[in-house]
């Protein structure tokens, strides 16, 4: 009995805070299934780049990198007309390679080379950044400039922090874009229109407790989710069992019921936590496991040696194409050409508004088909330890697979057919390789696959036989999500009902009466 009235005060008490965030993210949680948190993915980003004029006199990569003062080894290099609507060269240099041979500090950023003079762009201004709003929203649409942030509601995520402050200019078109513009390289690094923005503050802003960032919480963020997490498994639990205790299977009470309760809130509370116990229990869980909490998916794999694979740094020469070959190679309608080191290959890369890359040699301009079995012999150098096999994938499955942009998962090019190299190493690497670019798509071992299933599969059912048939998908987890509200918001009630009651007691006044002595038991 005495465990009995614990399980009752713990599920009681801790459920009249914790309801009410359940509440918040089985409503909230269905809004992100259809309105993602702002991100710009590469298919947007290429889409609203300028294309390339073949035409124009750009300089050669080993013209603009010498003339910027970084001519070693690149760890990228781009060329788009991607800031201030005009051509430049997007160099990030490795490492090791500086002016005067001086090894570069770690996090060294972009550097951005006019393509037709070879100046560095040493500052991103109110100018630049609306001319490169206007390149992204195309003609006839009026931008209208509203400062700097450093970050706000919509620009939390840690992949912007290298091009904080950020320009926010607001577009005149259709959808009222709100466009942030890098303050380090003047690019469009995230759009959000209105209605996405406006869906938000019911969606992911409230369900990954964004309010919390940016305040003096924000340092305590990832605790305080994690915590509430583990609050709400603890209610769960003792809701459950509290919930089958309660429950007559084979007899009914005086009311007639196999519930005790009579009051209408209470015995909805019984019946949808019987119901849904198991689906909230899920997704709450696995709503801590997406945090990655106290790094339990951090593997100690060894790094992948990409150089190593690639045949050292990408470095360019003065022999190589100039981008008007380049460009006049592939048909016109290109968006970027990027320089990459391929199975100890130079080629480019050269993108349009959709479709897969078209893979070019850097010297000759001319289309280029890596070698299979040099392709193999590279991504062998990855890892010290050895390749079990390499499956090659012509369809999706469990572990790679694509979702839809705005999703938590989506928005990644995911290319068929792909390579699977599957290594012997401790923790089970799978690398996914490209077969037509070559390049290293991702790596996943047996932590991140066990994230993959107490995350993605529990908290948003990734699981192909249902992404394939939707609505099916939809309509199982809108109906078990409006199921858990239910419990949820019947809990608030009665939890805010419970606490009134308490609040609102009497204070005795006066002293308080004495007590009659209780009849005495001892015979006569």
Known sequence: MHLKRWLFLVHRWLGVVACAFFAMWFVSGVVMMYVG?????????LQHLPPLDASQPFLSPAQALQAAGIPGPQQS??????SGGQAVYLAVPAREAAAGGRRLPPGSGTVVIDARTGSVLREVDRQRAIASALAYAGAGVAADYRGTVDEDAFTHSRGLDAHRPLHVVELGDA????????????????????????????????????????????????????????VGIAVALTGTVVGVMRWRFRRVYRSGSHSPYQGFMMRWHHVSGLLFAIVTLTWIFS??????????FDGKAAALRIDAMNGGALTVSGED?????????????????????????????????TGRPAVRDALTAQPYALD????KGAVAR??????????????????????????????????????????????????????????????????????RWLFAMLHSWDWLPLLERRPLWDVLLVALSLGGAVLSLTGVVIGWRRLGRKLRLPKPKGPEPARPAAPSRRPA
């Open 37 to 45: 948190y702002p991100k710009l993915t590469e298919a947007e980003r």
């Open 77 to 82: 290099l781009r060329l788009a007309a991607a």
């Open 175 to 230: 959808q009222a874009t709100r466009l942030y513009v890098s303050g380090k390289t003047g690019e469009v690094v995230r759009d959000a229109p209105r209605t996405e923005r406006l869906w938000n503050y019911a969606g992911a802003w409230i369900h990954w407790l964004y309010p919390l960032r940016g305040t003096a919480l924000d340092p305590y963020w990832a605790d305080i989710v994690n915590w509430l997490s583990i």
């Open 287 to 296: 709503g801590l496991m997406s945090m990655n909490p106290w790094r339990v």
């Open 321 to 353: 194409a100039p981008p008007s070959a380049l460009l006049a190679s592939t048909g016109g309608g290109v968006r970027e050409l990027s320089w990459v080191r391929r199975a100890g290959q130079t080629l480019v890369l050269a993108s349009t508004a």
């Open 372 to 375: 299979a079995e040099a392709l």
């Open 382 to 451: 990855l890892l010290p330890d050895a390749v079990a096999r390499i499956d090659v994938l012509h369809a999706y499955d469990i572990h790679y697979y694509a979702r839809e942009a705005h999703t938590m998962t989506g928005g990644t090019d995911k290319p068929l057919p792909v390579w699977r190299v599957v290594f012997t190493d401790a923790p089970a690497s799978w690398v996914h390789v490209d077969p037509l670019t070559g390049t290293v798509l991702g790596r996943i071992d047996s932590h991140r696959r066990a994230s």
